[in-house]
């Protein structure tokens, strides 16, 4: 993934969506990785009767193919 494809990619999120690295059961090495970008978002409902938007960017890498 290029960096322009990533900026478009998560350019519809705010600025202070949260961005994570999501690992699967797999076992990651000292090596470079092609990745997805799994976008979420919630309404979080606090106790005084306000609510909020929550984001999160979640990288989750491609695990190589052993040669």
């Not at 999501?22 to 092609?34: P, S």
């Amino acid at each position: 993934m290029t960096k322009k494809q990533l900026l478009d990619l998560i350019a519809e999120y705010p600025d202070n969506a949260e961005v994570v690295i999501e690992v699967h059961d797999t076992t990651l090495n000292e090596d470079l990785y092609d990745f997805t970008l799994d976008p979420i978002s919630w309404t979080r409902f606090n106790t005084d009767n306000t609510s909020e938007n929550m984001h999160e960017l979640r990288l989750c890498p491609i695990q190589t193919q052993e040669q």
